[in-house]
């Protein structure tokens, strides 16, 4: 099956920084989201952007589906951007459900 | 509410036990899917609703879990003779037509904890 890596794991940020977080995923997908869940472990759409590139506020994303990658970009992080990211895609093998990586677990400190 | 609710939002149940978890997807969404967070093994795909379409079941870990979704709404996962390793979060989504180019929407997870 389709194997979905994300990198940092862990990422501590000052609050104001700019961070970069990256999915890799290792075969073609028709599908790709963007969560982030908070601390009360919610489950939040950010993007759904199997292809080119989306901004909605501090946040944007960029997928290049032809190297098999997404990017999530934060800027300007702030305590409430605390929590995990993960990327989850769907493709030809899994007949609609979604397929997550590990996550990137973001602590922005004051 | 407009989004996927799910009920209840905690369940401490003692192993062996019987337990029934609902949802109720984002109305006029025909997809409904169940999915499982546990520590150790992330986000794992459970079962999967299409419309009147047979369920796709692959995800699920034993015949101890079941679901069922009634009138092309609600749904019951269902777990029999609870065991310790199924303490999890279990998560419900629903999309509009379950076509694979539309983005999942989540409720807000049942916490199940097997005592």
């Known amino acids: 099956g389709i194997q979905v890596e994300q990198s940092p794991p862990d990422l501590i940020l000052q609050e104001g920084a700019n961070s970069t977080l990256r999915c890799n995923f290792s075969d073609s997908v028709n599908n790709l989201q963007w969560f982030h869940q908070n601390p009360w472990g919610q489950l939040i759409n950010l993007f759904y952007?199997?292809?080119g590139t989306k901004q909605n506020g501090r946040l944007s994303a960029t997928t290049v589906a032809t190297e098999r990658y997404s990017l999530l970009y934060i800027s300007s992080s702030q305590t409430t951007d605390s929590g995990v990211y993960f990327c989850?895609?769907?493709?030809?093998?899994?007949?609609?459900?979604?397929?997550f990586g590990k996550g990137t677990k973001l602590s922005v400190k004051p | 509410g407009a989004g996927v609710s799910q009920s209840p939002s905690n369940k401490v149940t003692e192993k062996g036990k019987d337990v029934e978890l609902r949802c109720d997807p984002i109305?006029?969404?025909?997809?409904l899917y169940w999915y499982r967070q546990s520590l150790g093994q992330g986000l794992e795909f459970l079962i999967y609703f299409q419309g009147n379409s047979a369920p796709d079941k692959s995800g699920l870990p034993s015949d101890r879990f079941s679901a069922e979704r009634t009138g092309g709404s609600v749904s019951t996962l269902t777990i029999q003779r609870t065991q310790q390793e199924d303490s999890a979060v279990y998560l419900c989504?629903?999309?509009?037509?379950?076509?694979?180019?539309?983005?999942?929407?989540f409720g807000d997870g049942t916490r199940l904890s097997i005592l």
């Open positions: 952007i199997p292809s």
């Open positions: 989850a895609v769907n493709y030809g093998g899994s007949q609609g459900n979604l397929i």
């Open positions: 989504a629903s999309s509009p037509t379950g076509a694979i180019y539309q983005p999942q929407h």
């Open positions: 109305s006029g969404h025909t997809a």
